[in-house]
RNA sequence: GCUCCGGUAGCUCAAGGGGUUAGAGCAUGUGCCUUAUAAGCGCAAGGUUGUGGGUUCGAUGCCCACUCGGAGUACCA
């Protein structure tokens, strides 16, 4: 039975194609579930995408990451269920939805109607999902998208329901008056993690200095310092710190400021002429009262005068604050404490109520300048500039957010922030740092989970309330048909439907009805493990069984999106972790290291790398270029490299291998064993190859993508340009004896293996390999991805003969070095070649590989330098790892005084075994041997090229004999390039006619028994009148012509 | 402001629990092998390891400060 033969010429794309309709054809993924049914079970959970927009090179990335470990689980006999979802809900869908519709709103949406609307999203939260679909697949990432969970499906909004219910029977969820981060076009509060979405550098805003007059105080006023001019007509006090010193200022107006001490030189620069004529500590201040700019509200109690608190600093402004109820975080907490009252100047439009007269209905932050306007009219005004600084906007339509007091609906994460730290311990992050860094530091600020949402498009919050404040959650479909009596199982969950939903509150009577809110769209995310199994309602079993999961991945963008969302709701409910492995990927950049986006126009389309490249190839890139964790600059020609270097290498290795296997009709044969029958390259080879399996399979233990892909590519290498390189004659030769196929033998294993060790990787490829190799009749049953992974044979790996061979490769490498430098080209046969490597030049290594040195180099024989009768130039060099540990400071003074040792008598009786003596100060030492090396530097008489202490010196004097030689290999080469342009096959046996002047034709008739057995020729002829092309050889002419025989 | 990651050859990246001469690939120059591969194989050139201090016999690695790039984070009023 044969291989089916391999073209060299690899088309990648149609490779992958035709290996992509094998898998669809066969079923093979399915396959590669089911039959793992009874093995133990390894979960991974699909971060669910949203499939509103296109998908990018950064998607391909994390699907990458996302494939590479679950197939090699498969292939340790795991069963790996590996479902995926859609995240469907949320802004991002509803934004695209009124871009659409030409909707500006919430008004607009409303009058347009929710149920439209809504339609709308559920449209539009599939628009591209054939785009992911197909880019899914053709990554060969493996995930199975006909059975995906959904967001909007009922049954997984009735699990949120339920997970909801379980929360607040805990008592964790409340509804709070708090000031949050708002935004005025999407009239939502966003929570915190969102809030880290869209944090701008550089934004500008107003700096403004205003003076507060004291009312007790006549021409003197507290100067206050903010950056939001919006704020002032809220104003209800202002605070200072109790420790602080102020000062009292007079100005040459006569009027005077308090402002802190600490920032009076700079708030009055050098030509502000002014005099300081008082100093108080800051609770001096405290209680005393002044005229606020504005008073549009009416209010009952008291306000406007000094407060005391800490956190008033004086880094920056004027060490009196300006406190708004309503609009800082702050501003709240000592608004609350003193009972001062909370003005809302500002509608959930972010525009001024109708009281703000002047500027009623305006959107605030447009207000600033006319607000900065009235305020220098009325000499309130000290000074005013523009201050940059990173401020908040909305994470989606990029609106500038604002801090506002809203009611909303929380879940009381805080209770369990200890336990959120705890289990985050036990985690296994990928980096590493992530998990006390990013991701610890981010627990350790928890603040409570702002879960209402204002909007439309999203799971219901299923809290109904009563007009007294009283309400009930409702956990569950069948809990609202027994509440409204009547029957809701075919209700759809989302608004405007379950909006009309009112039953009687079961305590009092009174009607109850939903409250209007959605919930944030990253708990349906977080909510995944759970909800996609309808549990608790259904699939009880699998939901045990697929709890938590081994392994998850996403980019570090989700260390406060689904990373956290899962940890949290795993953690409330059930005190566990949602994963127990994360791998979280750093960025990708462009080019010149930016970040991608859409807005920039710097992304990388998948489709073009994966049609010029390959999808292989761009997993591979992805995988090797940088650690995980690491951000990475990315050109689709980064990518071609990949191609060059590995897959063409490999791909002509097998090509080679198939070529000559089918020729010689070998096949595998499992009585051979090349461990009795190998010779030494193939004991290495396979030596080298465990050694690989076993770091590829660590690696892939350890989530380390880069460790389970960068040993292949040095193996590869190894493989083609020094096992099969050296071993071609092998391959070739005519005698079918045990050498020859321990050659195949060896080849064969490696290959085989590789088609193993890279199916987790480069899924396609791995696959092509693997299913010619295994020459099974029916090869439908077969892949390499329902294969078992290889176990390494540690009696196998010899790391003595694995150096022995890298010193080899290092030798012959500094004789072309040698060559190179004597423009001595390799075809010219040289007499020796003489080699020194310091201490292990007494070992028997060159006899050993003495074959193998002199084919690679040309060469009639190799030796080791004999330092008893050539004349060497040695020098000492003292190691610094030995003697600086053994001696510290007296080292510089020993290295010295080597130096001054007489080379030549020094360097024998190291090379004997004996120690030195050296001279420091009033100290004799003894040097060890294996505290010097001995280094040979380069003799008359020969080429020599040197490295490391390695030296290789080639014998340049050329003799008759090896000119004429040289000759006949020239005249080979002639010939073999013939038969490759005339089209020859390479078993063909040709005849070959030649005409050729002075010492070539010499050389020819000297040599042509071996001129016939390289050229596969059976006749050799010097003829008159030869047809063809007059060629050179040095000085030599030559006219040659083959025939096929 | 604070925290984290990074700065190594023209480019993309390694290594280094301090120690002889800091490695690959691409690109450049140059040469060459070939009955697998010119999409190949060598060789050369290319580095004061971001800057400045410190610790040390010895720092690219450790410490401090600074700087540049990126990310995260914050009650910046």
């Not at 090699?72 to 869908?93: A, I, K, N, Q």
């Not at 005013?384 to 906007?393: D, I, M, Q, S």
């Not at 296997?661 to 044969?669: K, R, V």
């Not at 991805?785 to 003969?801: F, G, K, M």
Request: charged content about 25%.
């Amino acid at each position: 039975m044969k291989f089916k033969p391999v073209n060299s010429r690899l088309d990648i794309e149609n490779m992958e194609l035709e290996v992509l309709k094998f898998w669809k054809d066969n079923q093979v993924f399915k396959k590669s579930m089911e039959s793992r049914e009874d093995g133990r079970t390894y979960v991974f959970y699909e971060g669910p995408p949203t499939a509103n927009g296109l998908p990018g090179s950064h998607h391909v990335l994390s699907r990458a990451f996302k494939d590479i470990f679950p197939r090699y689980r498969v292939m340790r006999g795991d069963y790996v269920l590996r479902r995926g979802g859609w995240d469907t809900h949320g802004l991002p869908v509803e934004i695209e939805v009124e871009k659409q519709l030409g909707l500006t709103g919430k008004e607009q949406i409303e009058s347009y109607g929710i149920s439209q609307f809504n339609a709308q999203c559920r449209q539009s939260a599939f628009e591209y999902i054939q785009e992911w679909e197909k880019l899914t697949d053709r990554i060969g990432f493996w995930v199975d998208l006909e059975t995906a969970y959904v967001t909007f499906e009922n049954d997984y909004i009735e699990s949120i329901w339920w997970i909801l219910k379980q929360l607040s029977e805990k008592e964790l969820i409340y509804k709070g008056f708090k000031v949050v981060p708002y935004c005025t076009r999407c009239g939502t509060a966003l929570s915190d993690h969102e809030l880290s979405l869209g944090y701008q550098d550089n934004t500008s805003d107003p700096s403004i200095f205003v003076k507060f007059p004291l009312k007790d105080l006549s021409n003197t006023s507290l100067l206050i310092w903010t950056t939001t001019p919006w704020t002032l007509p809220g104003n209800v006090g202002v605070a200072v710190n109790p420790e602080v010193d102020y000062v009292t200022v007079e100005l040459e107006d006569a009027t005077s400021l308090i402002v802190a001490k600490a920032l009076c030189t700079t708030l009055f620069t050098d030509d502000t002429k002014y005099s300081v004529t008082g100093e108080m500590k800051g609770t001096e201040l405290v209680g005393m009262e002044y005229e606020p700019p504005y008073s549009f509200i009416p209010f009952e109690g008291k306000a406007h005068y000094v407060i005391s608190a800490d956190f008033v600093t004086t880094s920056e402004g004027t060490g009196v604050v300006h406190m708004a109820a309503a609009f800082g975080a702050d501003d709240m907490m000592v608004a609350t404490k003193y009972d001062l009252p909370i003005l809302m100047t500002v509608d959930e439009k972010g525009c001024f109520v109708k009281e703000v007269v002047p500027w009623s209905s305006m959107w605030v932050k447009d207000a600033d300048p006319l607000i900065i306007d009235d305020l220098v009219e009325k000499n309130l005004m000290f000074k005013h500039e523009k201050y940059l600084h990173t401020y908040p906007f909305c994470w989606r339509c990029n609106t500038p957010l604002l801090y506002m007091a809203r009611s909303t609906w929380y879940i009381s994460t805080t209770t369990f922030k200890s336990r959120l730290v705890e289990l985050n311990k036990t985690i296994n992050w990928y980096p590493h740092h992530i998990r006390d860094g990013r991701f610890g530091n981010w627990l350790d600020n928890n603040v409570d989970w702002a879960l209402g949402r204002d909007r439309y498009w999203g799971t219901p919050l299923p809290i109904w309330m009563d007009e007294d404040g009283d309400w009930l959650i409702v956990g569950s479909v069948q809990e609202l048909s027994e509440l409204t009596d009547s029957n809701c199982s075919e209700l759809d969950l989302h608004r405007p439907y379950v909006d009309e939903i009112v039953f009687p509150n079961p305590k009092t009577g009174k009607q109850m009805s939903r409250v209007p809110e959605v919930i944030d769209v990253w708990f349906d995310s977080g909510a995944m493990p759970i909800a996609q199994w309808h549990y608790p309602f259904e699939n009880s079993e699998i939901f045990d069984q697929q709890f938590p999961a081994n392994y998850i991945c996403e980019a570090v963008d989700q260390t406060r999106g689904w990373f956290y969302s899962l940890h949290a709701i795993s953690t409330m409910l059930f005190n566990s972790v949602a994963f127990k492995n994360v791998a979280c990927l750093g960025l990708i950049l462009d080019e010149n290291g930016q970040k991608m986006s859409k807005s920039k126009g710097n992304i990388v389309d998948p489709w073009d790398v994966i049609d010029k490249h390959g999808a292989d190839a761009f997993r591979w890139y992805l995988y090797t270029a940088s650690p995980a964790g690491q951000e990475r600059r990315f050109s689709t020609d980064l990518v071609g490299e990949v191609v060059r270097n590995f897959t063409l290498t490999l791909w002509n290795t097998y090509a080679f291998f198939v070529t000559y296997a089918n020729l010689d009709s070998w096949s595998p044969n499992s009585d051979f064993d090349v461990e009795d029958k190998g010779s030494d390259i193939d004991l290495w080879i396979i030596s080298e190859l465990n050694n690989l399996v076993k770091d590829v399979t660590d690696a892939l233990e350890n989530y380390d993508a880069t460790g389970a892909t960068r040993p292949i590519e040095r193996f590869v290498d190894l493989l083609s340009n020094w096992y099969v390189r050296l071993s071609r004659r092998r391959f070739w030769k005519t005698e079918d004896d045990s050498d020859k196929k321990a050659a195949y033998a060896t080849l064969y294993q490696c290959l085989l293996t590789i088609s193993k060790l890279l199916a987790p990787s480069m899924p396609f490829i791995a696959d092509e390999l693997y299913r010619n190799l295994i020459l099974d009749d029916d090869e439908s049953k077969n892949s390499v991805h329902l294969s078992d992974w290889p176990d390494y044979d540690a009696h196998l790996i010899d790391q003595n003969l694995n150096e022995e061979m890298r010193l080899i490769q290092k030798l012959v490498s500094l004789g072309h070095n040698a060559r190179q430098s004597a423009q001595l080209k390799v075809r010219q046969p040289l007499s020796e070649v003489v080699f020194w490597a310091g201490g292990k030049t007494k070992d028997n290594l060159i006899e050993r590989y003495a074959g193998l040195i002199s084919t690679e180099l040309n060469v009639k024989k190799v030796r080791w330098l004999d330092s008893a009768d050539e004349a060497i130039v040695y020098t000492l060099h003292p190691l610094p790892k030995q003697l600086g540990q053994k001696y510290g400071s007296l080292f510089p003074g020993i290295r010295e005084a080597i130096k001054t040792l007489d080379p030549v008598d020094a360097s024998s009786k190291l090379l004997g075994g004996e120690n030195v003596r050296v001279i420091v100060g009033s100290d004799d030492i003894d040097i060890l041997p294996d505290e010097i090396e001995v280094r040979v530097q380069s003799r008359k008489g020969f080429a020599t090229a040197e490295e490391g202490g390695l030296v290789a010196g080639l014998v340049t004097d050329l003799t008759e004999d090896l000119i004429m030689e040289g000759l006949a290999r020239e005249f080979v080469r002639k010939v073999q390039d013939l038969r490759k342009s005339n089209g020859f096959d390479i078993s063909d046996r040709i005849s070959i006619t030649y005409k050729a002047s002075g010492v070539l034709n010499d050389a020819i008739g000297r040599h042509s028994g071996y001129i016939m057995g390289e050229a596969l020729a059976l006749s050799l002829d010097l003829v008159e009148d030869v047809e063809g092309n007059e060629e050179k050889i040095g000085d030599h002419h030559l006219i040659v012509s083959l025939q096929k025989s």
